[in-house]
């Protein structure tokens, strides 16, 4: 059953679109948008019926924050106005309202239109399910492409990207850079992340799969994957005006071998000044590092790399994301020895 939210200061037309309401629909009657932000918190309602002049914050102040919450911005909202007023109309639209519906409102006609909406809501979520699913599966051959050139770190960019949720989850649950994390849609950010190390197609197979230890000269050509990664980016960003993904697989690609103190590459940033999304992904990418098995080296437990990474906050981690991956190291060592479970069981055939 969907869920409607009817936010209303008038009891009476809160009344009056419950009672039409129920039995179609779950629904809350809310006083005002403060009350339907806190419920918000805990449900997520398929539609929002919205008054348009209430006191302390109006329809247009709480459709405004609605469309700049990543969790909330697509709920349909359709505003309940007892004025016909055409600025206010093109206002609204402009801002993203679906509909107006005027008061007093006639229930079966509520109902009706209510009917539509939904069921045209309904088709649209599911048409950008199945072209999203299309976009993720494509990107993830490509980042496949490009990690089966590196046999060295094979399963690399799965195993980062699951740390990389992990310690997400553990940013927000510490309320450090909450507030930018929330914004993020993860069913954007994670799946970009696959393309962290894309600059590697630039960089030559002999060097990529080169057993022993890198001389300086190669050890620089490695190091160009992050720009190499960034300027494949940018060539796809010119081509299509949906760039929310892109953008932060530009960062993940660019900035996760760039470090705190400043000496990090390709650019040398230093502090706040590497996006967020680096800063992150430079934790994910070295505890996945240090735990996995190299020609030049043999993995280290889980308790070493801990740290290891403990031991480098401050200069090359984050000192807020080195915390966090401290408070959720038991999750890392779990996804780190179920994954080499996984992969034991296909070396052994499943047996």
């Known amino acids: 059953m ?48 919205l008054d348009v002049e209430m006191p302390e914050m109006d329809g247009f102040e709480a459709i405004s924050i609605l469309k700049s919450d990543a969790k909330l911005r697509f709920i349909p909202v359709i505003f ?10 093109i206002r609204g639209f402009e801002m993203g309202a679906l509909d107006f519906i005027y008061k007093p409102f006639s229930p079966p006609v509520l109902i009706k239109r209510l009917e539509s909406h939904i069921e045209t809501d309904n088709l649209i979520k599911q048409s950008l399910r199945s072209v999203r699913a299309i976009h993720n599966a494509t990107i993830s051959v ?15 960019i799965e195993r980062t990207q699951k740390y990389l949720e992990i310690l997400l989850k553990e940013l927000v649950q510490a309320n450090i850079y909450a507030d930018t994390i929330l914004k993020w849609d993860m069913s954007i950010l994670l799946p970009s992340a696959q393309l962290h190390d894309v600059g590697k197609i630039t960089i030559s197979d002999i060097i990529l799969n080169k057993p022993g230890k890198l001389t300086d000269d190669e050890f620089a050509l490695i190091k160009t994957h992050c720009s190499e990664g960034e300027r494949v980016i940018d060539e796809i960003m010119t081509r299509t005006n949906d760039n929310g993904f892109l953008l932060h697989a530009r960062r993940f690609a660019g900035h996760h071998h760039e470090k705190w103190n400043g000496t990090g590459y390709p650019r040398g940033l230093r502090g706040d000044d590497i996006p967020l999304e680096g800063r992150i992904m430079a934790v994910a990418d070295v505890y996945d590092a240090l ?54 069981n296909k070396q052994s055939g499943g047996n």
Request: with cysteine.
């Open 142 to 156: 490509i980042a496949n492409m490009v990690e089966c050139r590196d046999k060295i770190t094979g399963g690399h």
């Open 2 to 49: 969907k869920t409607i939210f009817i936010v209303d200061d008038n009891t009476t037309n809160q009344m009056t679109a419950k009672t039409a309401l129920d039995g179609v629909y779950r629904t809350f009657a809310l006083p005002s948008a403060a009350k339907m932000f806190s419920l918000a918190e805990k449900i997520t309602p398929d539609l929002i019926l």
């Open 291 to 344: 735990v996995s098995e190299r020609p030049y080296k043999k993995p280290f437990t889980h308790e070493e790399a801990v740290e290891i990474i403990k031991k480098d906050t401050g200069t090359h981690f984050d000192p807020k994301i080195a915390e966090a991956f401290m408070n959720a190291a038991e999750n890392f060592e779990a996804e780190s020895t179920a994954i080499s479970g996984k992969r034991n």
């Open 80 to 89: 309940l106005t007892a004025k016909h007023d055409a600025a206010a109309e």
